[in-house]
């Protein structure tokens, strides 16, 4: 029984692209990061990991209580926008 299949070849090789790009974003978001996470730190939009009550440790930054009640908040106001324009953009095409 033969298994040849014809996208075997090309979903290899764009797996190894797919890897090898996510392996370069990476190492280009370690380079850029470090400015960005300093900045974050400074303007205190996030603790350092050791203040934190989540944190990413390879970073060396989290959030602590108050913060993450506040992007809570933010996430939920943002929710209720889309389900807001949503239920006005399907009251609109009726």
Same mark, same amino acid.
């Given at each position: 029984m033969d298994n040849n299949n014809e996208m075997d070849a090309? +979903? !290899? &090789? &764009? !797996? $190894? +692209?797919s890897l090898v790009g996510m392996i370069g974003v990476g190492s280009l978001l370690a380079g850029v990061f470090t400015p960005v996470r300093d900045w974050l730190l400074? /303007? /205190?939009i996030v603790v350092t990991a050791q203040e934190a009550l989540v944190s &990413?440790?390879?970073w060396g930054i989290g959030l602590d209580l108050p913060r993450i009640v506040l992007t809570g908040? $933010? *996430? *939920?106001g943002a929710l209720a926008l889309l &389900?807001? !324009?949503?239920a006005r953009r399907r009251k609109g095409e009726k």
């Open positions: 090309p +979903i !290899a &090789i &764009i !797996a $190894v +692209i400074e /303007k /205190k &990413i440790d390879q908040a $933010v *996430l *939920l &389900i807001s !324009a949503g």
